[in-house]
């Protein structure tokens, strides 16, 4: 993950306050993340377009997998929001989330995956796949995570560049085994 930016001020005030913030939390990107920055731009399109068109794919199987309940995914008829989603956005991305039919099932399929990793940090060029109820929510109440409005079956998953026909095959060998 790399973050870059600028800063400006149009006050000396200004300038001491931004120069008492860059001293305490560092001031500059070191050359390299400048120079792998500068080069990731540049494919960055390409990039986004893979990771969309493989997400809608996957999002597609899933929902019409029999053991899968629900697909959260903009681009999806199905979902709530599409409507709104066609006519404001020009593209998705690739993570979201779907509900398995039971808890067990959810935990399950993070257990069977072969190619997709199962990790809490969504958002690289691999499929990572995460199950909130058994990893980054597992000490929080049902009851929390529904205000918060996750369920006990709902699976996250951010699809990366890999062929979508192998994630989809992944994904189908360990829903054979929930």
Do not use: Y
């Given at each position: 993950?790399?973050l870059g930016?600028?800063a ?12 008492l913030f860059r001293k305490?939390?560092g ?11 500068i080069r990731g731009?540049k494919?960055?399109p390409?990039?986004m377009?893979i990771?969309m068109?493989?997400g809608?794919k ?9 053991k ?14 599409h409507a709104?989603a066609?006519?404001?956005m020009?593209g998705?991305g690739?993570?979201f989330?779907?509900?398995m039919?039971s ?6 399929l ?9 990790a809490?940090s ?6 990572l796949?995460?199950h909130p ?6 000490a929080v109440?049902?009851?929390l ?5 996750l ?15 192998d994630i ?6 360990a829903l054979?085994?929930?």
């Amino acid at each position: 993950m790399l973050l870059g930016g600028v800063a400006s001020c149009k006050n000396l005030e200004d300038f001491k306050l931004m120069k008492l913030f860059r001293k305490d939390f560092g001031s500059l990107m070191a050359p390299m993340d400048a120079f792998l920055c500068i080069r990731g731009i540049k494919t960055l399109p390409m990039r986004m377009k893979i990771h969309m068109e493989n997400g809608i794919k996957v999002a597609k199987f899933l929902e019409s997998h029999p053991k899968i309940k629900k697909v959260n995914h903009p681009w999806l008829e199905s979902f709530p929001g599409h409507a709104i989603a066609i006519k404001q956005m020009k593209g998705c991305g690739s993570t979201f989330s779907f509900e398995m039919k039971s808890f067990e099932a959810a935990k399950k399929l993070m257990e069977c995956l072969k190619i997709c990793t199962l990790a809490v940090s969504l958002g690289t060029l691999d499929t990572l796949i995460e199950h909130p109820a058994s990893m980054t929510h597992a000490a929080v109440s049902e009851e929390l995570m529904k205000k918060q409005g996750l369920t006990r079956e709902l699976v996250r998953i951010s699809v990366g560049l890999e062929n979508a026909d192998d994630i989809i095959e992944d994904l189908k060998q360990a829903l054979d085994k929930c």
